[in-house]
């Protein structure tokens, strides 16, 4: 029996990712109002390199991709959002991908580490990693507290609580209409706040036993090293609770990620629910095809050769007519 495919997506500028079997589409409002679709197909390394689809890797792999997509839908839908002479480019959107992911490294990693390891004396090994983990907890807590008070940063929460109910409404066979979405939750097992957060306990546990050295920068080198080892083993467990998530000890432990996602995610409005749901519609196969009553959902590049077509053959209709 064929394994059912899990939708995910992300909230970007403005709108939202949703990832289906055979690619992945993007939505996002435009200043005038307008919702426009970019949608691609999207083919894993995984496909060509068999050895990627272990366990472990592929979670390691499936980040590494997220991010990747991640950073080019976000600029697409930024400038769809935006004004033209407000655009960015595709440097000015790895530079601040450059300089975020050394914020985060500071501040995440070395910090933790750097305080924990002074404490080493005092509070030996394990004490040293629960610290640090703890501490490392606390800076993300407070980061998400302090960013959920922008606006630019609230919606972006609120789009993200649209991702949320419509995967949960689709999964439940719920009507993917505004209305019917906006009752349910914006909370989902397969939340990346989850994971992330997942990933901070998990190295708790895994930097008890690895990186016990002496110096800051050795454990640092060390726990950069093993990131991709602690993303996997992360992965599998999320894919693990997503199937037994009605276990007990399962739900006892995916929980403080669900309540995580109270920081993360925002009531959304219908016009933003109208926009996630129209990313998914376009990445569910045969969509368009099951439900002719409905207008079909165009690539963007699509629709302005369209408009332009139309254009030009209003202008030349008024040219024969003069």
């Known amino acids: 029996m064929k394994k059912p495919f899990y939708y995910g997506g992300q909230a970007v500028i403005e709108g939202v990712m949703m990832m289906g079997p055979e690619g992945y589409a993007v939505s996002a409002r435009r200043p005038d109002g307008r919702i426009v679709t970019r949608k691609e197909q999207h083919h894993s390394v995984k496909e060509r390199l068999t050895f990627l689809k272990w366990p472990v890797i592929r979670g390691f792999v499936n ?6 997509l991640g950073m080019s839908t976000i600029t697409w839908s930024a400038n769809q959002s935006a ?39 005092v509070i030996g090994d394990f004490g040293r990693s629960f610290f640090e983990g703890v501490l490392r907890i606390a800076i993300f807590l407070i980061y998400l507290a302090l960013i959920r008070r922008m606006e630019d940063i609230l919606r972006v929460f609120q789009y993200h609580g649209a991702e949320h109910k419509t995967i949960n409404a689709y999964e439940a066979g719920a009507e993917l209409t505004p209305e019917a979405v906006k009752a349910y939750s914006t909370r989902h097992l397969r939340c990346g706040t989850s994971f992330v957060l997942m990933v901070m306990i ?63 995610t925002e009531e959304p409005d219908l016009d933003q629910l109208a926009v996630a749901i129209r990313s998914l519609k376009a990445v ?8 002719p009553e409905e207008e079909a959902i ?11 077509e139309a254009a030009e053959a209003a202008e030349t209709e008024t040219a024969s007519s003069c």
């Open 298 to 308: 165009r690539d963007y590049r699509e629709e302005e050769a369209a408009e332009a």
């Open 284 to 291: 569910i196969p045969g969509y368009a095809e099951n439900h």
């Open 63 to 68: 980040l590494i991709e997220m991010l990747v």
């Open 202 to 264: 998990v190295m708790i546990i895994v930097f008890t036993f690895v990186g016990q050295t002496e110096t800051t920068w050795a454990r640092v080198l060390i726990k950069l090293a093993c990131m991709p080892f602690v993303a996997g083993l992360t992965y599998e467990f999320t894919r693990f609770a997503a199937n037994h998530c009605h276990h007990p000890l399962v739900r006892a432990a995916i929980t403080p990620g669900l309540w995580l996602q109270r920081l993360t």
């Open 83 to 121: 004004e033209e002479e407000e655009e960015l480019s595709a440097k000015e959107m790895i530079f601040s991908v450059v300089i975020a992911l050394v914020a985060v490294i500071g501040l995440f990693l070395v910090l933790p580490t750097w305080l924990g390891t002074g404490l080493r004396p």
